[in-house]
């Protein structure tokens, strides 16, 4: 096959209890996006038992067509079943992306699903854009150019898969999620071989937690190493209560286990959007921007004026956290 005879980009969907995750809803747009560029249809992937209505939603929010696969066997997620069932597909259609949300599921089987496929594999993209030969003219090919830190995030690479198809990113999409349930596209179901699974899955544990996820929260008040000691990071909860909000972290304090992992925001954390993001002693590394910048409104609070925080904030202000954290706190609590 010929590169242009690739068409099309394919969505993996992802779900929880029957609702699309949002990660898979702002790919679809991003795919949109795309797909209008090169004159091409979103197609989206479904996987599961009993989840017909998931594939009929997906093309409220971009798909043109969405294949589905309904089988027991594909109740819960196992790498090897999702990756042959995905390799059938693929195969079937030939589509010129792939285009998978960088979370647990993606990242665990998109490496092995494109070894499979013998193409090439862009992880954690923060931005996809469109290739273009010069003078406007889209290349024939579809060729998508895909965008992200490298080198510890020294460096920002965009990278073109040239030989292969599909071309496979998994993507952190930060995308205004639309809905429109006037669009009208082809439902269909497709039926892969699946094997007998040498993985069978014991238990499955759901954590339970009271708190809100961060990514729900519309304030966020966020804690860096420069907040400096325990006591002093405990009072962001506190601002946080005033604004009736939650508290975001970087990497740093998670790796200092003053706070889980589902606190942190940033590549290899949780992507946020909230009206108002407020953030104390964060230096501002691309890792962390690329899962706030997309914030509303932003304000931040660091020691040194030349923090590269600021250059992605609406109001900076050079001061110390011990100074203006309680100030604030009294402040905003009278
Ligand atoms: C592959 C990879 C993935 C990563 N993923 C993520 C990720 O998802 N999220 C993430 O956050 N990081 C991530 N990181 C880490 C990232 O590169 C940075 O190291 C981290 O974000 C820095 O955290 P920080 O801003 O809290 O700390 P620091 O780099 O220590 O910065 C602290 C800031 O606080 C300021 N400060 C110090 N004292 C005070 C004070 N008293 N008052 C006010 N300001 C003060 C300093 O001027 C400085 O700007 C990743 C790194 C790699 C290599």
């Known amino acids: 096959m010929k590169l242009t005879d690739y068409k099309g980009i394919l969505v993996y969907i992802e779900y929880e209890n029957k609702n699309i995750c949002q990660i898979s809803l702002e790919l679809l747009q991003e795919a949109r996006i795309l797909a209008d560029i090169f004159y091409d249809d979103v197609i989206a992937v479904v996987l599961g038992y009993n989840i017909k209505d998931i594939a009929d939603q997906c093309i409220y929010y971009g798909a043109d067509i969405v294949w589905y696969a309904d089988d027991i066997l594909l109740e819960e997620y196992l790498t090897e079943r999702y990756t042959d069932a995905l390799e059938f597909l693929v195969k079937k259609i030939g589509p010129s992306s792939l285009l998978i949300g960088s979370s647990y599921q993606g990242r665990d089987f998109a490496p092995r699903l494109a070894i499979r496929l013998g193409t090439g594999l862009t992880a954690d993209c923060t931005e996809l854009g469109v290739k273009f030969l010069g003078d406007g003219i889209v290349d024939p090919n579809r060729g998508i150019l895909m965008t992200?830190?490298?080198?510890?995030?020294?460096?920002?690479?965009?990278?073109?898969?040239?030989?292969?198809?599909?071309?496979?990113?998994?993507?952190?999409?930060?995308?205004?999620?639309?809905?429109?349930?006037?669009?009208?596209?082809?439902?269909?179901?497709?039926?892969?071989?699946?094997?007998?699974?040498?993985?069978?899955?014991?238990?499955?544990?759901?954590?339970?937690?009271?708190?809100?996820?961060?990514?729900?929260?519309?304030?966020?008040?966020?804690?860096?190493?420069?907040?400096?000691?325990?006591?002093?990071?405990?009072?962001?909860?506190?601002?946080?209560?005033?604004?009736?909000?939650?508290?975001?972290?970087?990497?740093?304090?998670?790796e200092k286990k003053w706070v889980d992992h589902s606190r942190q925001i940033g590549q290899t954390g949780t992507t946020v959007r909230?009206?108002?993001?407020?953030?104390?002693?964060?230096?501002?590394?691309?890792?962390?921007?690329?899962?706030?910048?997309?914030?509303?409104?932003?304000?931040?609070?660091?020691?040194?004026?030349?923090?590269?925080?600021?250059?992605?904030?609406?109001?900076?202000?050079?001061?110390?956290?011990?100074?203006?954290?309680?100030?604030?706190?009294?402040?905003?609590?009278?």
Request: contains cysteine.
């Open 274 to 334: 909230p009206e108002l993001y407020i953030s104390f002693g964060v230096l501002g590394a691309i890792q962390h921007i690329t899962g706030m910048e997309n914030s509303n409104f932003i304000i931040s609070i660091n020691k040194d004026r030349n923090a590269p925080v600021f250059k992605f904030s609406h109001v900076g202000i050079v001061g110390s956290v011990e100074k203006i954290l309680p100030r604030l706190i009294d402040r905003l609590s009278k």
């Open 148 to 254: 992200r830190p490298t080198y510890g995030g020294n460096l920002i690479a965009t990278i073109v898969c040239e030989n292969h198809r599909p071309q496979m990113a998994t993507v952190r999409s930060s995308m205004k999620v639309i809905k429109d349930i006037t669009r009208e596209g082809l439902v269909k179901e497709f039926f892969p071989l699946l094997k007998k699974s040498r993985v069978k899955i014991l238990e499955t544990i759901i954590e339970k937690t009271t708190e809100k996820i961060i990514s729900e929260e519309s304030v966020l008040v966020v804690g860096g190493n420069g907040v400096g000691s325990e006591s002093m990071f405990k009072e962001l909860y506190s601002l946080a209560k005033i604004l009736n909000g939650g508290v975001g972290v970087t990497r740093t304090l998670v």
